[in-house]
T-cell receptor
């Protein structure tokens, strides 16, 4: 079992739907991340939250909207997605977002399929 | 462009043999990490090596770092079926935005 919990594990939605992905960690980490991963590719960074504030947005389309309600929770709100958005969405956390040796802890992801 | 590039892209070896994967990167780094990803799962952090370190061990894992060649290697000794997974190196570069960039990964398959 991982210490970062993501729900749901699988999600199928139409292009007009609105849904949310959820991520939770109780390790006291103050940095949380969203990644997108296509099959047989490495994870691609989407967003970074540091101390509950958005610190990095990797030019992600506005149909993806992140939210960090508190230090333990991270949401990704989805609206009007495209078929090419089908992928594995991974959440991760680390003690801080400073790159000086901060291993990231990953959840098992939400596998998203857009019809 | 991606910071890290692993080779080989795929590797199949017999159980019990050693597996070696390499990672090359382009710019100066603070540290380099290796992660494992089993099929359908999230990534698991394996080991971190800092730019002033040359070698690090953790159980059956041995990582080397050559900053002059901008390369790292991951050696898994006495491989097991459970080592079948994708392995990614990740770097955080000096003067970047404190984020890590993953390489393309090596898919390792351990044959029984």
């Amino acid at each position: 079992d991982t210490e970062v919990t993501q729900t749901p594990k699988h999600l199928v939605m139409g292009m007009t739907n609105k849904k949310s992905l959820k991520c939770e960690q109780h390790m006291g980490h103050r940095a949380m991340y969203w990644y997108k991963q296509k099959a047989k590719k490495p994870p691609e960074l989407m967003f970074v939250y540091s101390y509950e504030k958005l610190s990095i947005n990797e030019s992600v389309p506005s149909r993806f909207s992140p939210e960090c309600p508190n230090s333990s929770l991270l949401n990704l709100h989805l609206h009007a997605l495209q078929p090419e958005d089908s992928a594995l969405y991974l959440c991760a956390s680390s003690q801080t977002d400073r790159g000086w040796g901060q291993p990231q802890h990953f959840g098992d992801g939400t596998r998203l399929s857009i019809l | 462009s991606q910071q890290g590039e692993e080779d080989p892209q795929a590797l199949s070896i017999q159980e019990g043999e050693n597996a070696t994967m390499n990672c090359s990167y382009k710019t100066s780094i603070n540290n380099l990490q290796w992660y494992r990803q089993n099929s359908g799962r999230g990534l698991v952090h394996l080991i971190l090596i800092r730019s002033n370190e040359r070698e690090k061990h953790s159980g059956r894992l041995r990582v080397t770092l050559d900053t002059s060649k901008k390369s790292s290697s991951l050696l898994i000794t006495a491989s097991r079926a459970a080592d079948t997974a994708s392995y990614f190196c990740a770097t955080d570069a000096v003067n970047r935005d404190d984020k890590i960039i993953f390489g393309k990964g090596t898919r390792l398959h351990i044959l029984p």
